[in-house]
């Protein structure tokens, strides 16, 4: 294998970073995958690490404009017949939730009454309100309506390298953060579950925080 399909295969978690942003607006994932991965390859073919930016930093805008030209070529957002379908039972059964209840019916209640997952029924929810066409003119205006989603690039370049940043911390270390910033808990209750005093907590986290930055600088 090619150092550079090494490099494309390294990176596809850059393609599933921006796909995400673009789920439930009409198009399959599976459609908005493969676009994002023709972003990424021809990133990779004209990626130069000579010019001292990180591929990431390169490739994201690349990758976003594929999933774009996706939206944009077919003129109009089709959604597709799985969604439209399950648009349908969502309805019906919000209409018999609504009679019985008195109230409208949550995500995770339709989600269990259906027998899907939130993330479908939201994808329907949210497939159901796109814009119908992406170049229809605004009153008189000639300007035309983009694909409905705002620049991530710079927020979602800085995530990834931050995500890279932590994963390549040694166990322990890597831990520490997840116990401290993704699961809240106070260097006392870091340190018990580490069998680590709080003092030695407080001096590692500034050391790991130290060296996070150092490679975010880079």
Known sequence: MTDKSNLAEENLA????????????????????????????????????????????????????????????????KVSRSLKELNLKINEAAKTFRAENGREPTVSELSRSLGESEEKISDALNAA???????????????TLDIPADDITEKLTERLALRKAILELPPRDRKIIELRYYKRATQQKTAEALGMTQVQISRREKKILTSIREKLTV
């Open 14 to 77: 850059l393609v599933h970073a921006c796909c995400k942003r673009f789920r439930g607006k009409g198009i399959e994932y599976d459609d908005l995958y493969s676009a994002g991965c023709v972003g990424l390859v021809k990133a990779v073919n004209n990626f130069n690490p000579d010019y001292g930016s990180r591929l990431s930093t390169y490739a994201v805008p690349v990758i976003l404009g594929e999933i774009k030209r996706l939206f944009r070529d077919g003129g109009t957002v």
């Open 129 to 143: 309100k796109i814009p119908l066409s992406l170049s229809a003119p605004r009153d008189d205006e000639e300007s």
